[in-house]
């Protein structure tokens, strides 16, 4: 049994225990955390939904010219997200990732399988005048581009 005097010291050291611990806890979902981008300033996601159609060039190991199709729409959240095709090759999407002034970073995750398709591509965006300026850079280095027009 604790001498009477004791106690309250035990009690007080248990609050303090207590507390440090629910102070030292994380306030989030645990796991590992994900910075949640924000949309840009002045509507310039506006300028890039849509659905575009073009040609990429600069892709090694891969013919000059082939196609590509993208549909930027926005998610729950009002970020930009994408859905890209290849026909002929493969599908994925485009997760965004952040932006600096007038350009947006995307995640490419090819969905399909194809042995020519690469994933896991940083993917940057713009518009110049009625164009959407797509630029490819693959983790080897690799890089390749676009121009594309919209079709809707």
Same mark, same amino acid.
């Given at each position: 049994?604790? /001498?009477?005097?004791?106690?309250?010291?035990?009690?007080?050291?248990?609050?303090? *225990?207590?507390?440090?611990?629910?102070?030292?806890?994380?306030?989030?979902?645990?796991?590992?955390? #994900?910075?949640?981008?924000?949309?840009?300033? %002045?509507?310039?996601?506006?300028?890039?939904?849509?659905?575009? #159609?073009? @040609?990429?060039?600069? &892709?090694? %190991?891969?013919?000059?010219?082939? +196609?590509?199709?993208?549909?930027?729409? #926005?998610?729950?959240?009002?970020?930009?997200?994408? @859905?890209?095709?290849?026909?002929?090759?493969?599908? %994925?999407?485009? =997760?965004?990732?952040?932006? /600096? %002034?007038? @350009?947006?970073?995307? &995640? $490419?995750?090819?969905?399909? $399988?194809?042995?020519?398709?690469?994933? &896991?591509?940083?993917? =940057?965006?713009?518009?110049?005048? =009625?164009?959407?300026?797509?630029?490819? +850079?693959?983790?080897?280095? &690799?890089? /390749?581009?676009? #121009? *594309? +027009? +919209?079709? @809707?």
């Amino acid at each position: 049994m604790t /001498a009477p005097a004791s106690r309250p010291l035990l009690l007080a050291l248990l609050l303090v *225990a207590t507390l440090l611990v629910t102070l030292s806890a994380p306030s989030g979902p645990t796991g590992p955390s #994900r910075a949640v981008a924000t949309e840009p300033k %002045g509507g310039e996601t506006a300028r890039i939904l849509g659905t575009w #159609r073009g @040609r990429v060039y600069g &892709d090694e %190991g891969a013919p000059a010219g082939y +196609r590509a199709r993208v549909r930027i729409t #926005r998610n729950s959240h009002g970020n930009p997200h994408a @859905r890209i095709r290849y026909p002929g090759y493969c599908r %994925g999407r485009w =997760k965004f990732v952040g932006h /600096a %002034g007038k @350009r947006f970073r995307f &995640d $490419e995750l090819i969905t399909t $399988e194809h042995s020519v398709c690469v994933s &896991d591509v940083r993917v =940057k965006v713009r518009r110049r005048a =009625k164009k959407l300026v797509v630029r490819w +850079r693959e983790p080897s280095g &690799d890089r /390749a581009h676009m #121009r *594309a +027009r +919209r079709v @809707r």
